[in-house]
């Protein structure tokens, strides 16, 4: 027995932790802070260097441990950490601390002596490769372990500071004692009694007597974000759920609405303050994730390209070699839709997109191609709008009368626990990277539409309300279907009265197609016998064709997606050249146009659409993974413009062209007769004054061009939808 008496000091490493779980007793506090210690400080990577430990050098306040490191390391520890998250993060994270300060060197004081320099905490960011886990899907199994989900942030809460640690001091002693705080949105518990030992003649200290001293507290900041499921992963006709994040330290304020996000977190719960919850229900509470993890999806790099497989990528690459690749492409759009062959081509260079540009001066052009398509009712537009919803890879579907302004930019809401006010993101937001198809588009009402103006043309959302003020990302193609203003499109009416839009707007909107209803015979035949083909196969083939259908989209949503990411195609020499030419040509013709009419095009054809030229060429060469855009592709952009934003812009009767003189002549009669007819400031109906007209023996359609003409030079107006004429002063 000797050795006992000698003075040195015995320890016995048995402290048991975390308490009353007797699995985790082999690990004590001590151990698992001595391995956390030593991974810090000695895991090698690949290369032979050691990450963690220059990563803690050059970052001194926050590190980030991959859990596959871990595992490797010590496959225990990395279960400890996906297990008991909570008890095991701060040990961690209390390692980091210590080796930080190991090693930093000394420095010299304010006396000139050396010091040990001051280290504040290090917070540890967790990342792994792991599947995430749907949001549907997490439930009370995975309480206080660690999850990983994938989302977009909708909203984010301002900045609040939360204590760690808070003084209390005794009302009646005065003495003062520091009470740790839960992490995350819990609280501290305050002890209920002081332990202070009254003196006689004293007044022992009351129950409860501990007030807090904010002054004295330690705080971190914190930050609440809300996260929604990815709209394509949310089922059909299901309404997407979010959850509640919080983050903390480092993490603040590096998120805005409308950024796609991968989070590590712990899920853990909070008594939710404020809600009307009955006195029964103490053991209700709601669940939140306190993020240790956050990856955003960049912008270019959504996934990598590591996210496709080799036998994948050697399938694309083989395809775009074809020599019929764009054509089959085409043919894929659609596949129910009987011809419209532009207007397929159109989408495909809607969804494969032009590249995106940055300026030495840091302004950016878009590469994102917006299309228009603007027509008869039953002209499939709405069809195109749900096929490009169910291929594009990011997109967003929306209705012109259900859409507000705020709903489809941001909108400012008040949190109704907190009563303060937040940010959430709407369809334009969420579509980042993205379509967002807009059905009805002529029925929203105009100070709606004019706030996506600034969404199309600079890919931004600026917000100025209740006090927030902010940019937000909205890089989207917007894919719009409209009707002309009077239902159908009417071959009278130039096409100014037909498109009743603002220059503005249509000046955005890189190709304008114009999807008329023909009636030609043999045409009509060929479309009634495709339409009853469609829904006579539809049902018999219905089993077997399904997962072929199926397959089809899947594989041009992949190759859309593949081609996205991996090819940014810029003009060639050659082809800048012809573009420029051809581009000064088309000027000139619209002025000769606006010369002979005495008045400016419906469409106007200005830079903008030569960068929609540029787009559309670009994106050409995209499809085929080629890296420039040649003279071919420039040749097709140019076609697929001028059959349909040049052909809008020339669309409707010229009133003034191709005006015989006996022709003319007769409108100048009509002109007069109406103008007998109606009085300055009287009203009569349409039809009745092309009755009484036609009773002198006149042509209906020479007295509707005679109107026309009378309305573009504000002779007369129209009300009640077009069918009374008010003569005008």
Known sequence: MSGWDEGAVFYSDQAQFPQGDPAAADITRHSALRKFKEFLRGFTGPTGDFPYRESLVHNRDHVTVAIEDLDAFDAELADRIRKAPADYLPLFETAGSEVLASLRSKVAGETGEMEEPVTGDVQIFLSSKENCVSMRSIGADYMSKLVKIAGIAIAASRVKAKATHVTLLCKNCRSVRTVPCRPGLGGAIVPRSCDHVPQPGEEPCPLDPWIAVPDKSKYVDLQTLKLQENPEDVPTGELPRNVLLSVDRHLVQTIVPGTRLTVVGIYSVFQASGTNNQKGAVGVKQPYIRIVGLEQSRDDNTNGPSHFTLDEEMEFKEFAQRPDAYSKI????????????????????????????RLPDGARLRGDIHALLLGDPSTAKSQFLKFVEKTAPIAVYTSGKGSSAAGLTASVTRDSNSREFYLEGGAMVLADGGVVCIDEFDKMRPEDRVAIHEAMEQQTISIAKAGITTVLNSRTSVLAAANPISGRYDDLKTAQDNIDLQTTILSRFDLIFIVKDVRMYEQDKRIANHIIKVHASGAATQANKNADVNEGENWLKRYVEYCRNTCRPRLSEKAAEMLQNKYVEIRQKMRQQSHE????????????????????????????????ATPEHIEEAFRLFNVSTVDAARSGINEHLNLSPEIANEIKQAEAQIKRRMGIGSHISERRLLDELNRMGMNESIVRRALVIMHQRDEVEYKRERHVIVRKA
């Not at 011809?339 to 260079?349: M, P, S």
């Not at 009419?597 to 106007?604: D, E, W």
């Open 330 to 357: 085409c043919s894929m759009i659609g596949p129910s839709i009987y011809g419209h062959g532009d207007v397929k081509k159109a989408i495909a260079c809607l969804l494969f997109g032009g590249s995106k540009k």
């Open 597 to 628: 009419t005495g008045r400016a095009a419906a469409i106007p054809i200005t830079v903008r659409q030569l960068e929609a030229i540029i787009r559309l060429s670009e994106s050409l060469a995209k499809m085929r993974l080629t890296s420039v």
